[in-house]
């Protein structure tokens, strides 16, 4: 069984910055991709980042420029930090990952997600 554990989120101001992380616990013989999603009310889930295995990173282009997101393979955990945050980044935040288990099959795990707020 492998869980993930977002946290980081919160209240913050525009202009301002949160730092999200996401840890994988469990059974994980190798991650392969990191992602993070946000879904707003009434929107739905959309892919704002990835990391894959070999570092190489993807954005999607309302956050370009503000996010990034990195990997910590000897901790099992993800990260991304928000910078110049607006309202529209305002959403629940969850972390999706791509791994192997110990039985080398490949499987996928959400987070159970964080609440980012951000106040005009």
């Known amino acids: 069984q492998v869980h993930l554990v977002e946290s980081g989120g919160g209240l913050v101001q525009a202009g301002g910055s949160l730092r999200l992380s996401c840890a994988a616990s469990g059974s994980i013989r190798s991650i392969s991709t990191w992602d993070w999603y946000r879904q707003a009310p009434g929107n739905q889930r959309e892919l704002v980042a990835t990391?894959?295995?070999?570092?190489?990173?993807n954005y999607a282009d309302s956050v370009k420029g503000r996010f990034t997101i990195s990997r910590d393979n000897a901790k099992n955990s993800a990260y991304l930090q928000m910078n110049s945050l607006t309202p529209e980044d305002t959403a629940v935040y969850y972390c999706?990952?791509?791994?192997?288990?110990?039985?080398?099959?490949?499987?996928?795990?959400w987070g159970r997600g964080t609440q980012v707020t951000v106040s005009s």
């Open positions: 990391i894959n295995s070999g570092g190489n990173t």
């Open positions: 999706y990952l791509r791994a192997y288990d110990s039985s080398f099959h490949p499987q996928t795990y």
